[in-house]
């Protein structure tokens, strides 16, 4: 080297060992793997399909009712519809519903994924100091490394764009599912064992019921940060409104990047609200401090 | 507080011992070779949370351990239901060994025979009065119906009726605690365990919840283990008391026992300031005597002596006194009962230089003189130079 700092290494061999390795894997399991995520990616587009077949306005409606059911207040409610008319105002609804479906089932799968990772930390230190530092990593490293392995294994397209996904916005939902049921109050653990209660009763009667709030909190910052990797996850072939602002780049035009960004700010707005505000209500009923 | 001494032995506390620490079982080794507490925590970072604890707890008795925050008494409280697993000792249940039940028989031991009442009231916060307090019922697989049925029982039992539908957070402290106290009896398990269950409550709603155990317990007769850093609590409720410092029992005895004789210096001035005469009975202080046929026959004795008629009337004489004819010298003697507290004899002490003959359940159990009662009243003088209690 240049600068004179001792080859200890060879890192020359070791990349191409890893490279090649990996190759390996994706010749003898690429198949299988993707025979593996076929159920999902066919979840995936039915549910964009879903999405786009319906009316426009059963897609508001549906919105706003589930903003109502979450916050039972009428100003929330009110903003999530007009945003939701936004979208199709400024012409971007049928790749606002690809990245609602994306989003969506990103989401869903990071929590069925998250939660229980989480709660088999809660319940052993040995699982949480091996597994704080993978969640460091994962937030900390580019995404776009992740890209690379994910394109290799399934080609361009939507599975690696969903998996790079998950990567990405599972951290939060394990974290606070961990951190929400560590700081149930030990009293009250100690109140359910004592009358007999058995770990998944306690689990279930007591400390995810008491977690709840951290849980909800941490599933919200998943789904944000799913929605922010939509842009990203585009150029692996995710379409929808990332895609959109990849093609304002490309193509060097301001109004189009400009519309599918404002589409992206009015759907992180209307998850977030509605996400919160059930927060809100889940915490109130614990509490009771009227 | 009748006294249950009679009673079989409910649970039987063995030599337990609790270490703190990455290795209980070598800080173990190292404290029964001879180790203290600060030593061992010096040297080894173990905290010995309790050492070579032995009690015997009886059916239908309100047994209080209390020492100040720090002496370990929750810790010992937790091995009654094996919250906290003991470093080395036996517990016993009815004879049975609770530290062997494997994992599905301590489950069912919680569910049937042993609930708990908590300090900060441990209660649901997401769940109704109702559902809290059958909560244990639930856990123990009861159909939802027979529990809520059993559940309203409790909560009219403890004065709740009418809130059943309401939140914890919607309660104050004591309706929260008496949510706790219906949820613990709720299982019908014997033994009731309450850690600090009134401390965190203010002193008047404190004093009604005392009463309501003593009314409740008066009725259940339930085997209760009762933890308390408040000595007046402590006299009140319990039929024995034991005190606990630094993890180990420095005296186990009735309240008025301790009072009386403490056991060393340390439980001599934990116990300075209490009003005795309202705590001891006249029964704890009786002196027996022997019952003389006729003044005669106690010649040889001395002081008061009881002498009786033969028809079941029973007299005072001083022994020794120089009257020879068989009636003069004795007089009527005038009885109290044994379970009465010393405040209730200064009236009769006081009108008449004769002592008192103490009567329990229709038998003489012995005189009770003025110079006793002050001799049990008078707080040390030493203890009156000691720096205040500190833990």
């Known amino acids: ?290 | 507080m009748a006294d249950n001494s009679s009673n079989q032995i409910r649970i039987k506390v063995e030599n337990v011992s609790k270490i703190f620490g990455p290795d209980p079982k070598a800080a173990m080794a190292a404290v029964e070779g001879g180790m203290g507490k600060a030593e061992l925590l010096e040297s080894s970072n173990h905290v010995l949370g309790l050492h070579a604890i032995n009690l015997d707890i009886r059916q239908g008795e309100t047994f209080v351990i209390m020492g100040l925050s720090g002496s370990g008494k929750s810790t010992l409280i937790r091995h009654f239901n094996r919250l906290i697993e003991p470093t080395a000792g036996r517990i016993l249940v009815d004879g049975e060994d609770v530290l062997k039940l494997g994992k599905s028989a301590l489950r069912e031991f919680r569910r049937k025979k042993i609930s708990m009442v908590f300090q900060r009231f441990a209660l649901l916060p997401h769940k109704t009065v109702l559902e809290n307090v059958i909560y244990g019922l639930l856990i123990d697989g009861m159909a939802k119906p027979k529990a809520r049925e059993r559940g309203m029982e409790q909560i009219e039992l403890v004065g709740l009726g009418g809130f059943e539908q309401h939140y914890p957070g919607q309660l104050s402290g004591g309706m929260q605690q008496r949510v706790g106290l219906a949820r613990a009896l709720a299982t019908d398990a014997e033994i009731l365990l309450m850690d600090e269950a009134f401390s965190a409550l203010d002193p008047l709603i404190r004093h009604d919840m005392q009463m309501q155990l003593r009314e409740i317990q008066a009725r259940l007769h339930k085997t209760i283990v009762f933890i308390t850093h408040d000595l007046d609590e402590a006299l009140l409720l319990g039929n024995h008391i034991a005190i606990l410092k630094d993890g180990m029992l420095r005296q186990v005895g009735t309240g008025a026992g301790i009072l009386i004789a403490p056991a060393d210096e340390y439980v001599a001035r934990f116990v300075r300031d209490v009003n005795r005469a309202r705590i001891v009975t006249c029964g704890a202080l009786a002196e027996p005597k022997p019952i003389y046929d006729s003044p005669q026959a106690a010649s040889g004795d001395s002081g008061w002596v009881i002498i009786s008629d033969g028809h079941g009337g029973h007299g005072l004489m001083r022994a020794g006194s120089k009257h020879d004819s068989n009636t003069s010298g004795i007089e009527a003697a005038i009885t109290i009962d044994a379970s009465a507290n010393v405040e209730e004899a200064f009236g009769a002490l006081s009108r008449r230089d004769r002592p008192l003959m103490v009567m329990s359940e229709g038998r003489i159990s012995g005189l009770l003189g003025w110079q006793t009662v002050l001799r049990a009243l008078e707080r040390s003088n030493e203890a009156e130079h000691k720096p205040p209690l500190s833990n």
């Open chain 1, 1 to 290: 080297m240049s600068n004179g700092f001792p080859e200890l290494l060879d890192i020359r061999a070791f990349s191409i060992a890893l490279d090649d390795g990996f190759t390996q894997i994706v010749i003898k399991y690429g198949e299988t793997l993707e025979w593996i995520f076929l159920p999902v990616l066919k979840m995936l587009l039915g549910m964009e399909k879903a999405l786009l077949w319906l009316p426009w306005w059963v897609v508001l409606l549906g919105l706003t009712g589930l903003a109502w059911t979450a916050s039972r207040r009428w100003g929330i409610t009110l903003a999530v519809a007009a945003l939701t008319f936004g979208i199709g105002l400024i012409g971007v609804w049928e790749q606002a519903m690809a990245t609602i479906a994306l989003m969506l089932v990103a989401t869903m799968l990071a929590v069925l994924i998250g939660l229980p990772v989480g709660i088999g930390m809660s319940r052993s230190n040995r699982m949480q100091t091996t597994t704080l530092p993978v969640l460091d990593i994962m937030q900390t490293m580019p995404i776009f490394v992740y890209l690379i392995p994910f394109v290799m294994l399934f080609g361009p397209g939507k599975i690696p764009a969903l998996l790079a996904t998950i990567v990405f916005a599972i951290p939060p939902v394990i974290r606070l599912t961990n951190l929400g049921i560590r700081q149930v109050d030990r009293e009250i653990i100690e109140a359910a064992q004592s009358f007999g209660a058995s770990p998944l009763q306690v689990l279930f009667s007591a400390q995810i019921p008491l977690a709840l709030p951290a849980i909800l909190a941490g599933i919200n910052q998943t789904t944000m940060m799913a929605l922010s990797m939509v842009v990203i996850a585009s150029m692996i072939g995710a379409g929808g409104l990332g895609y959109q602002v990849l093609q304002g780049i490309q193509r060097l035009e301001i109004s189009k990047g400009l519309l599918a960004g404002l589409g992206i700010v009015f759907l992180a707005i209307i998850f977030d609200r509605i996400a919160q505000s059930y927060g809100r209500r889940v915490h109130k009923t614990l509490k009771l401090e009227d």
